[in-house]
Structures are given as structure tokens and as C-alpha cells.
């Protein structure tokens, strides 16, 4: 990885459909807040995860796991439909 700071690095937004950078993502949610896809974007690029639990307070971190779109959720919705399916 570069020396370029972690707030710099951009991707393409999947919600705007236009390159932004991840210190947009930490202001884009609802009241200015995090963005809460922000775990299942910025993943494969750094650890975004121990990123923000070090530089969050830790009751925002926690809220915002519990209502993060996590890959492992995906996953985890995925199998369970297939549970489901199998039932049936
Ligand atoms: S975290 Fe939110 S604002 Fe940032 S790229 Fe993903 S969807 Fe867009």
C-alpha cells in the first residue's frame, strides 16, 4: 500500500456511481454520520474495520457493527436462505 493517508484512498461508490474518497464515506450517512455499507467497501482495500474500531468511539463502532452490511452478513443471509430452501 502507498503512503498515501487511508482518507485519501478512493473507490467507486456504489450508491453515487461516481469515484469518492473513503473520507467522504465517513460523513455520508444519515445525520452526517458513517456511511453503513462502509465495512462491505472498503474491505478488500485495508483493514477498515480495525481502522475505524481504533479511531471511533467505541459505542458508535458497536452501533455501527450491528447495523453494518458486513460481507460475512451476506454470507451468512445467503446460507440461511439456502436453509430455508432445503425445508421446504
Ligand atoms: S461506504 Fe457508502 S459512501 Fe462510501 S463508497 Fe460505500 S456506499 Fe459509497
Redo the contacts with the bound molecule.
Keep these: 500500500m502507498s503512503n498515501q493517508p487511508i482518507e485519501d484512498l478512493e473507490?467507486?461508490?456504489?450508491?453515487?456511481g461516481s469515484p469518492?474518497s473513503?473520507r467522504?464515506?465517513l460523513i455520508?450517512?444519515e445525520d452526517d454520520d458513517?456511511?453503513?455499507?462502509?465495512?462491505?467497501?472498503?474491505w478488500e482495500t485495508f483493514d477498515v474495520e480495525n481502522y475505524l474500531k481504533a479511531n471511533m468511539p467505541e459505542a458508535v463502532f458497536n452501533e455501527l457493527m450491528k447495523k453494518a452490511d458486513k460481507p460475512m452478513n451476506k454470507v451468512g443471509s445467503i446460507l440461511d436462505i439456502v436453509e430455508k430452501v432445503k425445508k421446504k
Excluded at 11 to 16: A, E, S, V
Design positions: 473507490r467507486r461508490c456504489p450508491r453515487l469518492i473513503f467522504y464515506c455520508s450517512g458513517i456511511c453503513w455499507k462502509v465495512l462491505d467497501c472498503w
